[in-house]
């Protein structure tokens, strides 16, 4: 790169409303060809292709082929990452339009205890789920946490940490329906077949927990840098007390994360709850009395058996689904706060 | 950071008086000598490994009480890894092992049923990167020997020991204002001199410091250096560095490693005051490394 030849002239650049100018041409195409009646997919094709076509022979024409690459490839990305959130937001839009018909004060006050057709709501499904999902998770991190203290801080590499590694990833592959029908065997044998408790549900959902809670907080435990260790090592802080009081703090941000992102995975769990905790039209907070509902088992009950007329079953199986969608929202808020209240500090 | 000389005296001054008492209150060791007299480090026929790898043969050195002795070397010769095995820090890494004595005050301190977690209480280290505990406040980073390893110690007390040593460390008065802080948001200087003072706080009789300085600006390092000068007044130091300057002017011993062939094991070459190290050094080898010709 010689000086000379170098000049503020020969390297002009779009203005920065470029980018928007070529979005904006290409969604004036996609809806003028969705009026000329063409499907959906179509138009969105159009309308890409129109961005491109408006972006990168201007930018190939100003600024040259080394921008022009780079904004194509800019534009791939961004297409990207639209598509894969497209989805996301079909369906947040349909689970919130058709859930809001039903979402209402009575949804959780009132259970499906003698409801027939219109009224009820989801009140013992959602203390059924909270219940469930709140006893896994109380069996799933201690045991999920420490196994991945063992499998990082002691048992580094030995015979017993690899089997115990080997078995963390079958069970990551286990099919939930698999996990459901052991709780069910292994309840079946003490209390005999037919036996229903909100207790399996839970022994259930948290087979399918441990694994990612192990995965996560092993990875988390990974980068608390070693230097930490060390500095807690040449105090006389015993190897227990250091894991307890430095290392576990260091890494506790994560290993919240790790958690709820084991516990979004099976609050929707639908196939294991339906042969392990049944249904039910009335509350029960007693894990160990009886069948217990929950809101995925509630929605898919009221959609693929609705009475007539159906209308009120399907507004109800969608306001389950919107409620348990909020309930993992709050979760996920919820987990932030703790982390951000007790993790490590900046500043 | 220039305030770091008028902070000395501050320290200095306001110092003295508290220094008497502290002594026993913070050892747990049993009635022995003042507290400004600390222990001295005989190391016998030290072979040390990483598995099958021979990386330290045949150090016999005596590191003797309330002095500073440097360790100097080319890189790789085995300097950080007969530092950590001073304290028993080298067998943390899987496979390693040391075959030979280290006595401290003429105990081994790798006999047969001897706690390394003990011996780490008596001689303390100060890490090559600052390394305070990002969970924690400035206060409870220098508490943390004392608060993880005695369960009960009362408040007052507690705050005493920890004006002590930040005192000490000459970091009080840059932040007293701030002791509920985070400690890694101080800067790379005083978060070594944090370091020192959680160090020190637990009242070790020795103080392991493994290139101190090498990550801090001149003005850090001088100010880090002065600390060390006056902390040999109530601890035994050890310290690793590759600047002969500051080997020079903060060490009054100094121990030359060299290592002959890529591959052999390194060894001790030679170890003598300071002023005869820089001035006249027995073996070619350290002159040549002094001087700068190789290393
Ligand atoms: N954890 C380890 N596992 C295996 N070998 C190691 C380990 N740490 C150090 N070594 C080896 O031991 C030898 C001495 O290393 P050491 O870190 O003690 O050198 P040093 O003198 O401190 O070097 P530097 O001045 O670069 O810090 C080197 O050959 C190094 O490769
Ligand atoms: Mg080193």
Known sequence: MSASSWTW??????????????????????????????????????????????????????????????????????????????????????????????FDGALFSESMRGVVGEGGGVQHAIVGTLVITGLATLASVPIGVMTAIYLHEYGRGGRLAKAISFFVDVMTGIPSIVAGLFAYALFALIFGPGVRLGVMGAVALSLLMIPIVVRSTEEMLRVVPHHLREAAY?????????????????????????????????????????ITTGAVTSVNANPFGGRMENLAVFAYNQYSNPGVPRDPYIARAWAAALTLLLIVMVLNLVARLVSARFGVRQR | MSQPSADVRDANATDAPLQAPLGDAATSAPAEAPANVAKSIEARDLDIYYGGFHAVAGV??????????????????????????????????????????????????????????????????????????????IYDNVAAGLRLNRRKIKKPELDEVVERALRGAHLWT?????????????????????????????????????EPCSALDPIATVAIESLIAELKERFTIVIVTHNMQQAARASDYTAFFNIERSGDPGRLVEIDETQTIFSTPASPATEAYISGRFG
């Open chain 1, 9 to 102: 002239e020969d390297h002009r650049v779009l203005p920065t409303w470029a980018p928007w100018a070529a979005g904006g041409a290409g969604v004036a195409a996609g809806l003028l060809a969705l009026l000329a009646g063409v499907a959906l997919v179509v138009a969105v094709l159009v309308g890409a292709a129109a961005t491109v076509v408006a972006l990168i022979p201007w930018s190939l024409a100003v600024e040259g082929s080394r921008r022009a690459r780079d904004r194509m490839v800019t534009l791939t990305v961004t297409g990207a990452f639209a598509l894969a959130v497209a989805p996301l937001i079909s369906l947040l839009y349909t689970v919130v339009s058709r859930g809001i018909d039903r």
């Open chain 1, 234 to 274: 040449g105090l006389g802080v015993p190897k227990w007390l250091t894991i307890v009081k430095v290392v576990l703090p260091t890494a506790f941000a994560g290993i919240v994360t790790g958690v709820m992102l084991a516990i979004a995975r099976v609050v929707g769990e639908t196939a294991p709850l339906l």
């Open chain 2, 60 to 137: 016999s050195m005596t590191i003797r009480p309330n002095k500073v002795t440097a360790l100097i070397g080319s890189s790789g010769c085995g300097k950080s890894t007969f530092l950590r095995s001073l304290n028993r820090m080298h067998e943390l890494v899987k496979g390693a092992y040391v075959d030979g004595k280290v006595e401290l005050d003429g105990r081994d301190i790798y006999a047969a049923g001897t706690d390394p977690v003990a011996v780490r209480r008596q001689i303390g280290m100060v890490f090559q990167q600052p390394n305070p505990f990002p969970t924690m406040s």
């Open chain 2, 174 to 210: 840059e932040v007293k204002d701030r002791l509920d802080k985070p400690g890694s948001g101080l800067s790379g200087g005083q978060q070594q001199r944090l370091c020192i003072a959680r160090a020190t706080a637990v009242e070790p009789d020795v103080l392991l410091m493994d």
